[in-house]
């Protein structure tokens, strides 16, 4: 049974560039939140999506977009890179919306120069 | 001032120790509260969940919650050297609710 898939692990990018994140849910996990881990502190939730809906978002700029698929995976958009955009970003997925019981990707290590 | 406070560390401990990491949370709206583990380099992996107040043991662990005093706690027994990890508090106001973590605690436990 194969877990949370995030893709790619790791990615640079320069200062004004997009990227786009996957993210691949657990089998039978029909949601998927985003989060922020910058070095040395905690996961911010950027946002969730349900029913292929964004229904809940963090304290994030419009720079940050995402959408879900009918196969409920999902892809995060990040526009106009910054450099405190350097981080981990992580995919969590779980069933109906649920979150106390979310399980986490490995993560997409983003870096920008 | 962040709405759930962790002491950084780092901390370390002879194998065989009693661990205990601690949070605490300005948010009396919470009530989901949950343990995640993460090795570096990986994303977090839950190992304990806890509804309101009240405790909760699995194996060598044990999730404290006193939602009086805003402090939630794991204790772990037995303490082993694959326990070296940074340990994150999470908590919500509801089951659908976004996650909020605390900063991290990083555990060594030397053998």
């Known amino acids: 049974d194969a877990g949370v898939t995030q893709s790619p692990t790791h990615l640079i990018k320069t200062r004004g560039q997009q990227v786009t994140l996957r993210c691949s849910p657990k089998s039978g996990h029909d949601t998927v939140s985003w989060y922020q881990q910058a070095l040395g502190q905690g996961p911010q939730f950027i946002f969730q999506?349900?029913?292929?809906?964004?229904?809940q978002r963090g304290n994030f700029p419009d720079r940050f977009s995402g959408h879900q698929f009918p196969n409920y995976s999902s892809e995060l958009n990040v526009n106009a890179l910054l450099l405190g955009d350097s981080a981990l970003y992580l995919c969590?997925?779980?069933?109906?919306?649920?979150?106390?019981?979310?399980?986490f990707g490995q993560g997409t290590r983003l870096t920008v120069v | 001032q962040k709405e759930v406070e962790q002491d950084p560390g780092p901390l370390s401990v002879p194998e065989g120790a009693i661990v205990s990491l601690n949070c605490t949370y300005s948010n009396s709206a919470f009530q989901y509260f949950m343990w995640y583990r993460q090795y570096s380099r990986k994303g977090p992996e839950l190992l304990m969940y806890t509804y309101s107040s009240g405790n909760k043991e699995d194996g060598r662990f044990t999730a404290q919650v006193d939602k009086s005093s805003k402090y939630i706690s794991l204790f772990i027994r037995d303490s082993q050297p694959s326990d070296s990890a940074t340990y994150l508090c999470a908590m919500s106001e509801g089951s659908a609710r976004q996650l909020t973590f605390g900063s991290g605690t990083q555990l060594t436990v030397l053998p």
């Open positions: 969590a997925s779980s069933f109906r919306g649920m979150n106390t019981e979310a399980f």
């Open positions: 999506y349900y029913e292929e809906e964004e229904r």
